[in-house]
């Protein structure tokens, strides 16, 4: 019945409080505004950061001749540039709190493409070594910033999925820098394959800075030396971010490893590859292209912690099977390898964005720092360790990493147990 017939009045219906309609979420979703182009530059910015930062590991062995040192010698340039990342990348999260993400993003990266125009030019392995570090230090602005500004910027569901597109980004940047720097290096050496890789990545630095959309949801805060210390102590005292920033570094531990040696020994006996199709052997990261932008759906079929085990077995099985001493189940074993430690980087990694509600910067920076720390030491231990005992003596490194993973992602599900049972 209406009012009218059943005497009651109608200005208390009038004067009734109306719903407040929902808020929209103005943040990029896959298919709206503006997605595809943060995508796109994100990706773009993902091969320069990986192929500058590793542009001297599929070239190695030529250097090493070159310079007249060892394989634990030439490996520092390796080290020296994920070092001076993984040093830098906490202060760059700071500045990026404070001028936000996207100027830090384009400032860091135009730094490290002038630098790596500088690198063919090097008179001696200790000068190669320092312009490498000051270029890790300048791509240190890079990954913080930018999953910070994903964690801002795209809606909450579309998280895993545009951060498994950057660190796709990261493994084409990593195939094709190693790629080309092989190729063209076997014809005219390494300086000339270095500075070839320097102007891809001009090309895409520019790119990323005309297509990354301008931030709607960054909220600058302090760079004070004070705030920044109690936000690192906050994150530091969060277990499962410390459990996650672990994780990112044993499983870089294994790629950094495999990566800086695979090199050494494909170019020795039983394989005696050329430097061309040794640099073609890291087209298998397009596996990690395709594990890592698929991160998202297999933590909606397995949870975190079930996606990290597999991750994890899939990583043991591939340096067991690269023992082979024939090239079928090495390169399997390299596909295994990568899909494995792609897959759980991008798994830790979003994890890390989505657990941080405040100073995301800098979780995102820690988890960074650990990553490429772990980088810095299976570059080095990996290739100290191959000098000692072989292939085998690599592998075991990398196997005792892949132990730590597996260790610490049990931890995590004990105490989530312990938990559920205090709720």
């Known amino acids: 019945m ?6 009651a ?25 503006g997605y595809r182009r943060m995508s796109l ?3 773009l910015a993902g091969v320069a950061t990986f192929a500058l930062l590793y542009s001297t590991q599929a070239l190695l062995p030529l250097i090493s001749g070159d310079f007249g040192v060892t394989a634990s010698e030439a490996s520092w340039t390796v080290a020296a540039s994920t070092g001076g990342l993984a040093l830098f990348v906490l202060p760059m999260s700071a500045l990026s709190e404070r001028y936000g993400r996207r100027t830090v993003m384009t400032a860091s990266l135009a730094l490290a493409v002038a630098i790596a125009l500088l690198i063919p030019f090097a008179p001696s392995l200790g000068a190669l070594v320092a312009l490498r570090a000051v270029q890790g230090a300048a791509l240190a602005g890079l990954p913080a910033s930018a999953a910070a ?36 290096a076997q014809e005219w ?4 394959a270095v500075g070839a890789l320097g102007l891809v990545a001009v090309a895409c630095a520019v790119a990323f800075r005309l297509l990354l ?21 906050d994150h530091l005292a969060d277990p499962l971010l410390r459990r996650l920033y672990a994780i990112g570094a044993l499983f870089m531990t294994v790629f950094g490893g495999v990566y800086t040696v695979i090199g050494y020994r494909l170019t020795e006996e039983p394989f005696s590859l050329p430097q061309g199709i040794v640099g073609s052997i890291f087209l298998v990261y397009l596996v990690g292209t395709v594990s890592a932008s698929t991160a998202g759906r297999l933590v909606g079929r397995l949870g975190r912690r079930g996606a990290l085990y597999l991750a994890g077995g899939t990583t043991a099985s591939g340096l067991l099977l690269s023992t082979a ?19 759980g980087h991008a798994v830790a990694s979003a994890a890390v964005s989505k657990t941080a509600t405040r100073g995301r910067a800098q979780a995102a920076a820690l988890y960074q720092s650990a990553y490429y720390i772990g980088s810095s030491v299976g570059s080095t231990v990996g290739a100290v360790a191959f000098h000692a005992g072989g292939w085998a003596g690599t592998v075991g490194v990398g196997l005792l990493a892949v132990l730590g993973v597996v260790g610490i992602t049990l931890l995590g599900s004990r105490a989530a147990r312990l938990a559920t049972r205090v709720a």
């Open 2 to 7: 209406n009012p009218a017939d059943t005497g």
């Open 9 to 33: 009045s109608t200005t208390l219906d009038a004067a009734a409080p109306v719903p407040a309609a929902p808020v929209a979420d103005s943040r990029m979703a896959p298919g709206g505004p």
């Open 41 to 43: 530059a994100l990706f």
């Open 149 to 184: 500004y994903l964690a801002e910027e795209v809606r909450p569901r579309a998280l895993i999925t545009a951060i498994g597109l950057f660190v796709a980004g990261n493994s084409i940047g990593g195939m094709s820098g190693r790629v080309l720097t092989g190729w063209v």
């Open 189 to 192: 050496g390494w300086r000339i």
């Open 213 to 233: 959309p301008a931030p709607k949801h960054f909220v600058p805060g302090s760079p004070r030396p004070r705030v920044l210390a109690r936000t690192v102590r």
């Open 325 to 343: 001493d024939s090239l079928a189940p090495v390169l399997v074993g390299l596909v295994l390898i990568t899909a494995g430690f792609f897959a």
